[in-house]
Structures are given as C-alpha cells and as structure tokens.
C-alpha cells in the first residue's frame, strides 16, 4: 500500500508540474551595453514590458544592462553558446560580417526616414541573410544614433582637428580607418572601458550618440563636444539562429512582431533624446560647437573608394544607400 500511495503522489506531482501553474517559465536573457539613462536600456525594458505582456507567462524577457553579461563581442560568442539569448550589437557588427560596415560610411544616413528605406531595400533583403549564414538571427532594426566626438583638446570644427588626437572607437575596422584618414590616432575599446580610459588621458577624446555620452557620464572627463554626425549606427535585435529555432513558434512570433514594433518607441525616444541631452550637456559644462560636416564629407572619399573596391558588393552598397536619400 505504502508503495501504491508513492506512485500515485508521484504521478498527481508529475502532473502539477506539467501544468501551466506550476510549469517553469523560460526566461529570456537579453544583454546589452547601455548604462542606465541610455537609449539602449530604454530600449529594451520597453521591448521586455511590451513582449512579456503578450506572452502570458509563456516565457519572459530580462533585460541585463551595463555589460553585466558581457561586452559586445563577448555577447555575441554567449549568442551561439546559449548563455545569453538576445543582445543589441551595433558597430561591433562590422567584425561580423565585412558588408555591414556600410553604415560606418561617414555621412551615408541622412537622417531616420533615409534609415527606414535603407532598412526596407538593404538590411533585410541583403544584410540580415549574411548574418544568418554567420549564425545570428536579426528580429528587428533599433538604434544607436548619430555620432559626435568629444575631447579635452580643442573643439573639433575640420578633420584636421583630429591631427594625431587619441581618439577611441568601436571595435570596427572601418571606423578606425575613417579616422585615421581624417588625421587622428584612433584604437578600438570596449565601451565599458571608455570612462576610465577619458579620465586617465589614454584617450584624448571618443565619439558616441548623445545618449551614450551622457549615459557614460562622459561629460564629467570631456570638456568639447563637436556636433559632427559623422556616423549612424543601427542597432540589431539578434539571437542565435540556432536557440531562435527551438523556441516555440507562439514564443518567436510574439518576440519578433514586439521587437519590429517597439521600433517606432526607439525612433521616439532617440529623436527627444537628442534635444534633451544637448541641452543637459550644455548645462553640464561641455563646450558645444557644430563641425563643418562639407568638410568632413570631402575628407571622406577615401574611406568610401577603399570600401567599394575591398568588400564584396561595397560600392553597391553604398551607391544604392546613397541612391535612397531624398
């Protein structure tokens, strides 16, 4: 009897355990390099507000902010390992794959409009695709924003301002080669990395969207802020092609139709954010001047010749991303 009552609580417990209620609920681990305050992180809490709410209980998005999990390439290897199941690279997307150094082509987006075009005729039918033989599976387009440059030199009007300035960068090939063109002394470092690297002198200066900068407290060590918006970079809302494929088709169709959704909060956001944050960097003490961007842009033309004839289809890229603006 004693026997027959232990499988019988066996079999009652095993059935309570299958049952939704008691079921375990799948969380989903999305790492990001946003610091609190940062475009990024509001990002992501509003995709995680907005995707757990559809999801019932079915599984649930956690944001982990801050490197917490990892830096950008870092993120991506926990991607293909599973440790971690969602991240939001950006520039770091050019070490990935050659073709998606487009988008460090100085001055190739004019503005969101021009992106949202980019996105429809470019990204998803020819980017996306050399991501995912790569193993990394895009859900939607976000952003980082456009970039400006800060320093403790002097403001920075002309790329000969840059001459020999330690300048830091992201992990992308092209953006180094960008600034090198234009005069500077760049070198790659985890975002992380950048504030201390600042307050030390390592580095004279960076370049970064507004809400990155100010996210990063960047002007407590920086003293000018060149409005040069010589770059915008795209965000990717990436899984590994593998995990993506074994989670529920209810779980992935809820995930990616929240992710392209929220993009429209993004572009929001990032839009005020660059109004607010000027003015709170200005009230900050940072010296704000607007670069001559006709300048930069004739100093550029190197950089785009060396990428067309060096990446497969790189002038293709670019003459139809430019072929797009209006």
Excluded: C
Aim: net charge positive; aromatic share 10%; glycine share 6%.
């Amino acid at each position: 009897m004693r026997f027959l009552k232990f499988i019988s609580s066996a079999i009652v417990l095993s059935v309570m355990l299958a049952t939704p209620a008691f079921a375990a609920e799948l969380e989903l681990k999305f790492g990001h390099v946003g610091k609190p305050g940062s475009l990024f992180e509001a990002s992501v809490n509003e995709f995680a507000k907005r995707a757990n709410a559809k999801l019932e209980g079915k599984a649930k998005v956690i944001g982990f902010g801050s490197s917490q999990l990892g830096k950008d390439k870092e993120l991506l290897k926990k991607l293909k390992l599973g440790t971690v199941n969602f991240s939001l690279p950006s520039s770091v997307m050019a070490s990935v794959a050659d073709e998606l150094g487009v988008f460090d082509m100085p001055y190739l987006v004019k503005d969101r409009a021009h992106m949202a075009r980019i996105e429809k005729e470019i990204v998803w039918p020819t980017l996306v695709p050399i991501l995912e033989k790569k193993g990394y599976k895009v859900i939607a387009i976000w952003e980082n924003g456009f970039r400006n440059i800060t320093n403790n030199k002097r403001p920075i009007n002309v790329p000969a301002d840059l001459q020999d300035l330690k300048l830091r960068t992201p992990k992308s090939v092209w953006r180094v080669k960008m600034f090198k063109a234009y005069g500077a002394n760049p070198a790659p470092l985890s975002f992380s990395e950048v504030f201390v690297a600042l307050q030390t002198g390592t580095f004279d200066g960076q370049e970064n969207p507004l809400a990155q900068i100010a996210s990063g407290k960047f002007q407590e060590v920086q003293k000018y802020l060149s409005m040069t918006g010589h770059v915008y970079t795209p965000a990717y809302v990436t899984v590994s092609t593998k995990y993506w494929a074994q989670l529920p088709e209810d779980v992935r169709t809820v995930l990616e139709a929240t992710a392209k959704e929220t993009q429209a909060f993004v572009y929001k956001t990032a839009a005020q954010l660059e109004i607010d944050l000027l003015a709170e960097l200005k009230a900050g003490g940072m010296q704000v001047n607007n670069a001559d961007k006709a300048a930069f842009i004739a100093a550029s033309k190197p950089i785009y010749e060396e990428f067309g004839s060096s990446v497969p289809d790189g002038k293709a890229l670019i003459d139809k991303a430019l072929g797009l603006a209006m």
